[in-house]
């Protein structure tokens, strides 16, 4: 079960402030949040499926699941038996800190330790906007071909942590990984990148383990972790 | 060799009555106007490269290639031998009608028949402004998903064509063929639907087809087609 909520659209003068708000209020919550952005159809969803059934034993998880109009994702996300929201932008197709922090409080966080916004399928956008999010990361597809750095630098800015995903259909594509990677090291050398298969599995392990870490980082160790 | 060009971002009261000044104006000019939209990495410029490379005998074709900063499309549009510009939106998701008509203005349409505008790739902002395209068709590649008619539906909805491209890599997806074009002509019934696979060139001749067929019907017929 999932409940829809129909986001109301506020204009602030600083966005940015209003996510350093957000941050501050997850801090005092204990609640970590990830904004996971990519474009359509690169397996955000599937990515998430994966991740939450992997990590709900050890953390409590929440999901904010962001799309125009449609329910399609809080509905398969529903299944894994965590606590989901639709939030529907009303064709607005990024999220900003507002309209996320409207989400996170339709959400309830105090008995949540990872809250995961799935962002609207959109590599401009979402990337213009601080959510309020602790850390970003996005799913970049074998599919969608390796020149995407060049195309959509600020959401490789932006992001802490690169998913490539669907390797298991590398040998079908020509998909230059090693060139991807440096692409997106020279926008973000920071950034951790991660190749991955959501369908198969492999490499999503070292995607857990960062995702949980990072959450340790901000909410503290819990014992069972 | 192309240009790029920094397009001015002007907000227009009514971007519609902008759109209809703009198709007034390629009538006039008997320029055929398509705007070409899809996600990122969905297979635009390789749909455009092989069109071009099998219509630019018949027609005089000039393509504008947007994108939020980089030349990585214009570059390989260029090496077809038609005339094309890099738009840059700076920043901006979508291109507006007054954006278009800046950079018609740029390209010059008084020697071109088909005029093509590959939009940002993004299924959402772009389906909300009206280009002053004549036709618009979008591309869906099978790594994407059957569900982007229920996830993106105002995208199917304005849009005249839909090509499902990458059909050669079906077997590696779980995309329901039949179960897409339901969902996309129950959104828009008058639909034309292709499945196509620009990498093999199964499916390409009846896209061909059809926009040569609209491109006669907006600017007469052509001795040589």
Redesign the interface.
Known sequence: MYKVYEIKQRVFADNDREAEKVREELKKEKTFLLNLMS???SGKTTVLGRTISRLKEDLKIGVMEA????A??ADTISRTGVKVIQLHTG?M?HLDADMTRQGLQELGTEDVDLAILEN??????PA?FDTGAVKNAMIL?????D??P?????MFKVCHCLLIN?T??LP??DFDIDACIERALRLNPEMKIIPVSAKTGEGMEEWYRWLREQTEQWIGKKENL
Not at 120 to 125: A, E, I, Q, S, Y
Not at 141 to 145: H, N
Not at 150 to 154: D, E, G, N
């Open positions: 474009s359509p159809g799309d125009i109009d449609s399609v994702d064709g197709c609207v399928g959109n590599l401009v956008c213009e597809s074998v599919p969608e071909g020149d995407k060049l195309k959509y630098p600020l669907k298991d259909v079908y594509f």
